[in-house]
């Protein structure tokens, strides 16, 4: 009686772990694991894909000023981070003797990012209160 409890139970025992293991298996294998730096490399074309892709142009000073300090402070930063990924790949694509794909785009990013710190000059100028211009002009002076 004794041996067959005993069984029983390490029976039942490793028959539930191999359900909790392949359960544990089946849900890592479905849910990918977000890596922050996988947002310096651009994600790979198909290349089966014919028609190229075609990428857009920088930002103009007139529109720039038709947007708020918050949604400039959310551009830079975004234009920042296409920056470190294409002066990434453009690196990592130099060391492995390749050419960069689409190299015009870089500039095109640093004169956005350019216009942006002149639109927030511009502003800081015309702000009536000396101490809150000379603020934003090391905000802007930081960036």
Known sequence: MFI??????TLLAAAKSETSAAAAAASSSSRTVYNPLEEFFEADRSPDEEKPIVYGRSWKASELRLKSWDDLNKLWYVLLKEKNMLMTQRQMLHAQNLRFPNPERIPKV??????????????AIEDP????????KRMINAL
């Open 4 to 9: 067959s409890r005993y069984l029983g139970r």
């Open 129 to 136: 209160d000396p101490r809150r211009s000379a603020e934003m």
């Open 110 to 123: 640093r004169k956005s990012m350019c216009r942006i710190k002149h639109v927030l000059t511009e502003r």
